[in-house]
């Protein structure tokens, strides 16, 4: 058993964190918030020149054969940065769907661009009615000559405003929560009959709903085999929870470094107010948390592209259930820590707060995967 | 014991019911209702109407335009203001300056302020806070000097809240460094037009304009809006501060507040069922709910022992840190039962007059925001951690 990562893994982790420190100041966020893209196009050239957009793909796409300790090395930094780039929607999550599911020529349509960064890819997965379940689609996907005509509604599509290709879970079979009858489809989000509503998210990034009205696809837009996708996308999910573990680490991080320097520096009743038992405890109980999470987020990378079978779906389960406890209380206890200041937009720490609780509500909150984990429980 | 309300005060819940049916603007209870954001003329034109039935001021003696209410009588109005969606009155005016005035001021500011306070004329806001003194309030640095018939205020306020809408402030000014630091503050009531201030805004994390800095550089004060004696304001802000913390439990509040988000939990769907019939999920709001009922109950308990001659003390304190914090958890349990639908942060649909498509449930846009924005519930009037301290001391003895 080895806990450090190696020579390249570190260098890796060093890369993305000299790139995030020199790029990504607060304000800088802010403005990148702000812009129509939501995120700075010049950083992603930047992470694409540095080959990290193609850390998980093979070295026949010109990638870096990543697992999951190297995302969880970049998802990291890109956490401590709050980095709004859609490095999770299209590197990970359209990116490892299509590379599991697609045929030789979607990969060489898709994938290299998706690789080096100059295609950005946002996945569709779940519905308005689903609750995390993504299983429970109704989006309806009918033959209809020598293609499809998809008709339904995509929610919260992270990322899909701004995507060259947006993958998507549709009904070819089956009732609204059968495993079976689900099938991707990748899109151009240009398509007639498609409709989005972009919105800023809470956390500072940008998403959209996606309206499927009549929209006409040829066959070579189906992504895999037809009516088998959900064991696709419950593995390509759970490397998106991992990888989205190892982002909510690096926000507690910070998140707790700057609760702790503020506790040192700030001062009532004549001495800093870290000289208050009670609040000393909370932020040992905020330590704790942060280290709970950094375990569950090792173990959800270590199997993140290992085989799926129950011990995976615990332990990514598990991991995204510490990880969205801890996340809530590091961000509650942070702001009641900071007082006043705490809740203002100007002062950076309660944008680390409504990210951990963003986190939360993607793939899952910790209600959902305590749930899906008790299901799963073994009798000993 | 008896639980039951008196023939009398059911009597009187009766009219205040007849009341709301009949003059609560629709428009204005559904925005309370819906947790949209409301307008100072909102809370103006309900004011107006408060005042003509002479509701308005439920804490005021008769002769100053008050209406002399029980305990029993004000938990009433408070229960069914929640149930109806009742604006909660701007307290800063009505119920804070107000009770510091007729129990401390002179016969002229109770003349002067107190009808204006009435008429909606003058908007009030509270000068505590400054970005040192925060739970520490007594360490305040802005400096009041007297200089003839006048003071001349130097410092800084913060956290201010809505007094971008006020015209005057309720400041603790120091008057004096030479002793005891809670010895030397004194209560200014300070005309927000005055030369020399200045008022900036403060974006809360929910992107909301509700507090603000307020600066003050060589104001000029008439000595004639002093509150009682120099020196002698800190007796008066605590004094204060004991009838902000009474309302700040939010009892009336949570209650609306969990009938909104079980309402909301019948409609959102989880594995083809409402959301209130998961097991997991209904019984976090069940858990809440016999919180609330808990707490609701000792609410009753304190107030029927101020009826019987006692004062609220440090067990306001304990009612504020379990009312904050269930009014705290329902957000949290809101801001879940919209699943992937918390993030998105919809600020048109925030407004009442929105007339365009919702996203997903027509009451989901404000729930993060609000469930961020409420994280000061826990911050504010004393945080809660200085309330337990307060409780340890003066209660346990510790
Ligand atoms: C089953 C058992 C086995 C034990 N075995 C051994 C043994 O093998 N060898 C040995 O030497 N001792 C042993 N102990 C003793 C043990 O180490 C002491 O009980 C322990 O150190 C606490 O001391 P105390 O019982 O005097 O409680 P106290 O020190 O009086 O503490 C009482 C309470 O006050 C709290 N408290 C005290 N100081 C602070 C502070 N500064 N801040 C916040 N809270 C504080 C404590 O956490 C505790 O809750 C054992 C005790 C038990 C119960
Ligand atoms: C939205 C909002 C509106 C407000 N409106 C107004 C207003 O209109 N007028 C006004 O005057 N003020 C207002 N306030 C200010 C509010 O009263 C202060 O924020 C509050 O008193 C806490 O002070 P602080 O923010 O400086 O935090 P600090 O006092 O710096 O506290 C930071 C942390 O330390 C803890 N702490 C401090 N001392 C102790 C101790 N002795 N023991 C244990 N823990 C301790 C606190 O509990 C908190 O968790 C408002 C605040 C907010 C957030």
């Known amino acids: 058993m080895d806990f450090q990562l190696n020579e390249e893994q570190q260098m890796l982790q060093d890369t993305v964190a000299r790139l995030v420190r020199g790029e990504y100041s607060f304000e800088k966020r802010l403005a990148f918030s702000e812009t129509d893209l939501g995120f700075s196009a010049d950083f992603w050239k930047q ?56 045929n030789d020529s979607q990969k060489e349509n898709w994938l290299t661009g998706i690789a080096s960064g100059e295609l950005k890819a946002a996945v569709g997965l779940q519905e308005p009615q689903s609750f995390y379940d993504l299983n429970n689609i109704e989006t309806r996907a009918e033959k209809n000559g020598e293609g499809y005509v998809l008709n ?20 070819t079979s089956g009732d609204s929560r059968d495993t079976n009858g689900i099938t991707l489809f990748a899109l151009s989000p240009e398509t007639a009959g498609i409709e989005r509503r972009t919105y800023p998210t809470i956390d500072g990034a940008k998403g959209c709903d996606i309206t499927l009205n009549k929209v006409q696809v040829s066959a070579d837009a189906l992504l895999g085999e037809e009516g088998k996708a959900a064991g696709v996308i419950e593995f390509q999910a759970g490397r998106a929870i991992a990888a989205l573990c190892a ?46 999470a950094r375990s569950m987020a090792i173990l959800a990378a270590s199997v993140a592209d290992g085989e799926q079978n129950d011990e995976r779906r615990r332990v990514l389960a598990g991991a995204k259930n510490v990880i969205g406890r801890a996340g809530q209380f590091i961000s509650e206890s942070g702001i009641q820590m900071h007082g006043g200041i705490g809740m203002t937009w ?23 995967h305590l749930e899906r984990y008790a299901n799963l429980l073994q009798a000993s | 014991m008896n639980m039951n309300y008196t023939a009398e005060e059911l009597a009187f819940r009766d009219e205040v019911r007849a009341f709301l049916d009949e003059k609560l603007p629709a428009d204005i209870a559904a925005k309370v209702k819906g947790f949209r954001r409301l307008s100072k003329e909102d809370h103006q034109r309900w004011q107006k ?12 003696p008769e002769e100053y335009g008050g209406v002399n209410w029980t305990p029993v009588q004000k938990h009433i109005w408070d229960e069914e203001s929640s149930r109806y969606g009742v604006p909660r009155s701007i307290p800063f005016g009505v119920n804070m300056v107000a009770p510091v005035i007729i129990r401390f001021g002179n016969e002229e500011q ?43 205020v130097n410092g800084q306020k913060t956290w201010t809240t809505l007094g ?98 079980k309402q909301l939990a019948s409609r959102r769907m989880k594995n083809g069922k409402p959301l209130i019939e998961d097991p997991s999920f209904s019984q976090r709001i069940a858990r809440v709910e016999i919180d609330l009922t808990a707490a609701a109950i000792s609410n009753l308990r304190i107030i029927a022992s101020v009826e019987g001659g006692g004062v609220p ?18 957000n949290d349990l809101a801001r879940r039962a919209i699943g992937p639908y918390a993030l998105p942060f919809l600020e048109e649909e925030m407004d009442l007059d929105y007339d365009g498509e919702f996203l997903s449930d027509k009451d989901a846009a404000p729930l993060s925001a609000q469930y961020f924005n409420n994280r000061k519930l826990s911050i504010f009037g004393g945080s809660n951690e200085i309330q337990k301290n307060i409780v340890s001391k003066m209660i346990l003895g510790l």
């Open chain 1, 247 to 292: 982002e909510a680490v690096g926000v507690m991080e910070i998140a707790n470094e700057l609760t702790l320097e503020y506790l040192k520096q700030r001062k009532q009743f004549g001495v800093p107010i870290g000289k208050f038992q009670v609040l000393q405890h909370r932020m040992v109980d905020m330590m704790s948390e942060l280290e709970q």
């Open chain 2, 164 to 261: 971008q809408h006020a015209n005057m402030i309720f400041c603790l000014v120091r008057t004096n460094t030479e002793v005891k630091k809670q010895e030397g503050i004194s209560f200014l009531l300070i005309d927000m037009n005055t030369p020399g201030i200045s008022v900036r805004p403060i974006i809360t994390l929910d992107g909301e304009h509700e507090v603000n800095e307020v600066f003050f550089q060589d104001v000029k004060v008439p000595v004639a809006n002093l509150v009682g004696e120099e020196d002698k304001g800190w007796t008066y802000a605590k004094f204060l501060l004991t009838y902000e913390r009474t309302g700040l439990a939010g009892i009336g509040m949570s209650k609306a507040a969990l009938s909104h988000l």
């Open chain 2, 110 to 152: 109770k003349q002067r302020y107190l009808p204006r306070i009435l008429s909606g004329e003058d908007w009030w806001c509270q000068g505590y806070s400054e970005p040192g003194a925060g739970s520490d309030l007594a360490s305040l640095k802005t400096r009041a000097v007297r200089d003839g018939d006048h003071y001349i």
């Open chain 2, 313 to 330: 003390g440090a067990e306001s304190s304990m009612l504020k840190v379990k009312g904050t914090e269930i009014r705290q958890a329902i």
């Open chain 1, 47 to 102: 992470l694409s020149e540095l080959g990290l957009t193609a850390v998980p793909f093979s070295e026949e796409l010109g990638g870096f054969g990543g697992g999951g300790v190297e995302v969880q090395s970049v998802m990291t930094e890109l956490g401590r940065g709050l980095c709004l780039e859609p490095y999770l929607q299209s590197i990970i999550l359209g990116g490892g769907l299509i590379g599991q599911a697609g």
């Open chain 1, 152 to 171: 339904g509604r995509k929610a919260v599509v992270i990322g899909g405003h701004c995507a060259d290709v947006i993958v998507i879970s549709a009904r």
């Open chain 2, 49 to 60: 109407i408060l005042c003509k039935q002479g509701w308005y001021a439920t804490h005021w």
């Open chain 1, 346 to 368: 100007e002062y950076n720490f309660a944008h680390y707060a409504k990210r951990l609780i963003g986190i939360n509500h993607q793939l899952g909150d910790d209600d959902f």
